[in-house]
């Protein structure tokens, strides 16, 4: 029932502002008249719960804080008693908790502490030529250029031929 009085006006209130924007948008677009019309009436229908959802949400929490508030009819507790208490509790505590546990512990030999992890720096592959495994098993890789001059061919290698066209002056003018 809580929930239900928390969840009615919140909802009524976000039904009735998204029906009428809705509703007003369309009527001011000139488009879909009927259903503009008929989008503001649910709109002032959600509007219109919201007003009662609201007033008995609110009356509903009134009544609950009225009823559940502190009152002043408990019995003053003895404080002498309560230090008593707190008193036995910590010794308690001392020699049934934390003595018998330093206890064993003074009598156990220290553990050696782990030995730090092995670092794996190798990426897998060799350098320079950061060749690795072949991904694909049974396929002969392509032969390598040696050198820089090999890898790149130079700008003015044109092919020769017929169809080949005129090479190109690489001077700026």
């Known amino acids: 029932m809580a929930a239900l009085a928390v969840l009615t006006p919140v909802l009524s209130t976000a039904a009735a502002a998204v029906f009428l924007l809705l509703g007003y948008g369309l009527q001011l677009a000139g488009a879909q008249q009927p259903l503009a019309i008929a989008l503001i009436r649910a709109g002032r229908v959600a509007g219109a ?9 609110g009356t509903a929490l009134v009544i609950t804080a009225a009823r559940h508030r502190a009152t002043a009819r408990h019995p003053q507790l003895n404080t002498a008693s309560l230090a008593q208490a707190h008193a036995a509790w910590r010794q308690a505590l001392l020699e049934r908790g934390l003595l018998p546990f330093l206890r064993r512990q003074l009598h156990q030999p220290p553990t050696p502490a782990p030995p730090p992890a092995q670092r ?7 350098s320079p030529d950061f060749t690795g495994p072949s991904p694909f098993p049974g396929l002969t890789p392509l ?30 003018l």
Request: aromatic letters at 2%.
């Open 49 to 57: 719960v919201v007003v009662p959802a609201a007033a008995a949400a």
């Open 120 to 126: 794996n720096t190798s990426p897998g592959y060799g």
């Open 143 to 172: 032969p390598r250029a040696s050198t820089q001059a090999e890898r790149v061919p130079p700008c003015h290698a044109v092919p020769a031929g017929p169809e080949a066209p005129p090479p190109v002056s690489s001077t700026v």
